[in-house]
């Protein structure tokens, strides 16, 4: 890579303005494109170029990120009319941050090294604060030198950058994640239901047992939120399904049951169903307790 | 209490004979008392007197410590024929370290209550390395005031001591400890399970997602040794089994219904059925994996 490669940024949502921001003040020219064009103000007043398509900010950048929502938003920005694949070249790297299957990234990793492209998955974890602190953690799939090259950017984003493996591994790893950040919600949110000796001092409840071998970021983190009954999001429980979604379809291609998983994703439908989609995660609190006394 | 109160310690198995030794070792007068004797051994050179009852040991102690395994044997140790309840006397303190039933504990205090005595419920979380390097979590429920007066006591024993609330508010939190800790070795065990890709790097999996959201003491812990099919005890599934089933009958006592401590138990279950009950809980690995691949 150059010393001083061009960048694009595609997806300018909550995570994405201020990742494409932290590589804009490093001194990259940066090149940006959102389906919402009036996201992108503050990165052209900071002294992005706007670019009208994905096709078009690629053939103005040796690495272009992407952080949309879903598969099939990955799918469109690469492969539709004016999609990055119509600009895709010889050592263009494109980093994709956003959690989708592992399954549809493999085949993307595939169509676009047709082009002699190489994708990166590179999902990230740690919320719309870890991406303007610049404190997430990055897991990346793909090419080994690929990864070394674009990891200087990287570590403009992210504290914890660890390449999982070959194409869809970081994917892959993000599903893990995934699993273990819902099902630690499910025991936390129950503790809230605690009688009332416990429940006389909930705060403290959680200080006796967060030091030791129940301790997890779920519970520090949610448990006093589920007390105080505070039900913004850091993490919606929308994208949750979402996510859990994506891990029940690679469970499914692996043949594997994963109960623990079902459970909890039933618990969050009902939660969804119930008018909580758009709180945050610790809001599964209400769901439990719902089905908790009977 | 006097500057210095004459101990007792009844109970000396893996947990509490290094929790009397650092008493011991505090320089307090220790009356110790155990089923099998020769686990005194150590204590006894070390400057213990031995009793060979629980009575007896009470009546040469201001403070008596009980570190059994379950509700029939803290029964059996208080109010057996030469159970501690025959020298209870005015101002006396028993702290029961054991992990037993929230309800009956409540009973148990009220019957100390009648002779003037005091019990503090005092579960402990940390196993027995926490036991040896005095780093317990201790979660204490009973009357405030005795509660201060022996704190410069445990302090000898444990690093986070909080008091929860009235009598058996230290075995239901001791039950919320056990509920997060058995459902976050759930989906840590699905990781192993990991295909290919990521199953190359399992430690680097591990780490890339333990800072951050779903990160927990489990996962950090235990992950490694299920990678490494290490399966020696640091809690016995036959124990989680003991604390679930607590779980269970606490659950049912305030008509409550708590489906993943459910799952995580017939899980466990299943691993005690087939033959891993003094395996570490780790090992619940093999039974998600063996549930896992239908």
Redesign the interface.
């Known amino acids: 890579m150059t010393s001083q490669p061009r960048l694009a940024f595609i997806g300018l949502g909550i995570m994405g303005a201020p990742m494409a921001g932290h590589l804009l003040r490093a001194g990259y020219p940066l090149t940006i494109h959102s389906r919402t064009k009036s996201k992108a103000a503050d990165l052209l007043t900071a002294g992005a170029t706007w670019s009208d398509t994905p096709a078009a900010a690629t053939s103005a950048a040796d690495v272009v990120f992407i952080c949309v929502t879903d598969t099939p938003d990955v799918e469109a920005v690469l492969f539709a009319d004016h999609g990055v694949v119509h600009s895709a070249r010889p050592g263009l790297i494109v980093v994709d941050h956003s959690t989708i299957s592992?399954t549809a990234t493999k085949r993307f990793a595939a169509d676009l090294a047709k082009r002699g492209a190489t994708l990166l998955d590179a999902p990230v974890?740690?919320?719309d604060v870890?991406a303007r602190n610049a404190t997430l953690?990055i897991?990346v799939?793909g090419d080994r030198p690929a990864f070394d090259r674009v990891l200087p950017l990287l570590q403009y984003l992210g504290?914890?950058i660890?390449?999982?493996?070959?194409a869809?591994?970081g994917q892959?790893?993000k599903l893990?994640?995934?699993?273990?950040?819902s099902?630690?919600t499910?025991?936390?949110a129950?503790?809230s239901?605690?009688?009332p000796?416990?429940a006389?001092?909930p705060t403290?409840?959680i200080?006796?047992?967060a030091?030791?071998?129940?301790?997890?970021?779920?519970?520090s983190?949610l448990g006093p939120k589920m007390i105080a009954g505070d039900r913004k999001p850091g993490?919606m429980i929308d994208l949750q399904l979402k996510d859990l979604r994506l891990v029940q379809e690679a469970a499914a291609d692996?043949?594997?049951?994963?109960?623990?998983?079902e459970?909890?994703a039933s618990?969050f439908k009902n939660a969804q169903a119930t008018g909580h989609g758009r709180e945050g995660t610790q809001a599964l609190f209400d769901e439990v307790r719902r089905?908790?006394?009977?």
Do not use: Y
């Open positions: 592992p974890s740690g919320g870890g953690a897991m799939g504290k914890t660890t390449h999982c493996g070959p869809g591994s892959l790893t893990v994640n995934q699993i273990l950040v099902v630690t499910s025991p936390s129950k503790r239901r605690s009688p000796p416990v006389s001092t403290g409840a200080q006796a047992v030091g030791g071998a129940a301790g997890s970021w779920q519970l983190n993490f692996l043949g594997l049951h994963l109960p623990a998983v459970l909890v618990l089905v908790s006394t009977r």
